[in-house]
């Protein structure tokens, strides 16, 4: 396309504010994303910002913006985590669709990729996204989600197996959990999810190991090495959803029954919802992928 030009990009608070912005206007413009809340926005944003800035000092190479005429169109974040390719993001303004922008921009990205046999995203319903993926060898997996206020009575008695509090010194065991599951540790993504997530529940006994993340209403990620741990972990998750915040756990694919069961237990709605594409492996289980860090 005439006058566009695909550039790394910088780790500086403007660059992180133009992908901001981007990728604000292209999932609200497209239908049924909604924007951040108003409410939420101001802490949102903060995350954002620091989302991207985390992913240009890692993966430098993986991180590609578009500019026309010196302004910024289009985004594509991606990175490397033994042997996986992630897309954190990939947005494209409206007024600048269908001409190439985010053909070129995932190129770019996957280029960080090469190497790597296996790849993971998490996909919007768009059907241009969809027809990308694609065509870049992913295999798309429909997704569900839950959503709704947590029906507290519907809450079982959690059992024997322990759960508590995790931070920094259990990153050993995160990392562990995360090669048993999805075949790669999330390493540094960690310490930026311990930062600005509310909390990280860890289970970790004879039965078996797991943690999960909870950001106000939203399970960010949760792995474990047995679906009974899983199960016990969303449970407690779910159970520690601040009163008044609305349940979100996204990209549910039909290998994690086990959590659709917990969440129809406790009240949630369930529809579908985008995809998790895979390259080179099967979705991992049980496991309640991270949007952007997978
Ligand atoms: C996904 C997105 C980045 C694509 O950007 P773009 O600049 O339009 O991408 P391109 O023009 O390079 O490619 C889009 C492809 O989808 C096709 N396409 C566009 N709209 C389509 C539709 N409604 N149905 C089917 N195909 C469609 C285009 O023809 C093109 O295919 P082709 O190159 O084989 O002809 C952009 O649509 C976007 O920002 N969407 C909203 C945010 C989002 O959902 N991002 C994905 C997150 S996982």
């Known amino acids: 396309m005439e006058g566009m030009l695909i550039r790394q990009l910088q780790d500086t608070a403007a660059d992180a504010e133009a992908v901001r912005a981007i990728a604000a206007s292209a999932f609200h413009a497209t239908e049924g994303m909604a924007p951040d809340t108003p409410a ?18 890692t993966d430098p190479g993986g991180c590609w913006i578009a500019e026309q005429g010196g302004t910024a169109v289009g985004a594509a974040l991606s990175m490397r985590r033994e042997g996986v390719w992630i897309l954190a993001l ?40 969809a027809r990308r993926y694609r065509q870049a060898g ?26 508590h509090p995790g931070s920094a010194v259990h990153t050993h065991l995160l990392d562990s959990v995360d090669r048993r599951t999805r ?43 047995s679906k009974r741990i899983a199960t016990r972990l969303l449970r407690e998750a779910l159970a520690r959803v601040p009163d008044g915040e609305e349940a979100l756990v996204e990209f549910l694919t039909a290998e994690q029954e086990w959590a659709v069961d917990v969440g129809l237990e406790v009240g949630l709605s369930l529809d579908t919802r985008g995809y998790l594409a895979v390259r080179g492996m099967r979705p991992p289980a049980p496991y309640l992928p991270n949007g952007a860090f997978l």
Not at 47 to 55: E, F
Not at 138 to 159: E, K, N, Q
Not at 188 to 213: K, Q, R, V, W
């Open 90 to 129: 990939f947005a494209v303004l409206p007024s600048a669709r269908g001409e190439d922008a985010g053909r070129l921009l995932l190129e770019r990205a996957a280029e960080h990729g090469r190497g790597c046999l296996r790849g993971l995203l998490c996909a919007s319903p768009s059907p241009a996204a």
């Open 40 to 57: 939420g926005a101001p802490a949102a944003r903060a995350q954002r910002l620091a989302g991207t800035r985390h992913l240009v000092r």
């Open 183 to 225: 075949g790669s540790a999330h390493g540094p993504d960690h310490a930026f999810m311990l930062a600005h997530y509310d909390e990280l529940l860890i289970a970790d006994s004879l039965a078996g190991s797991g943690y999960c993340y909870r950001d106000g209403g939203a399970v960010r990620l949760l792995a474990a090495t």
């Open 138 to 163: 992913f295999t798309l997996h429909p997704a569900m989600r839950l959503t709704g206020t947590v029906d507290r009575s519907g809450l079982l008695d959690p059992g024997d197996i322990p759960v």
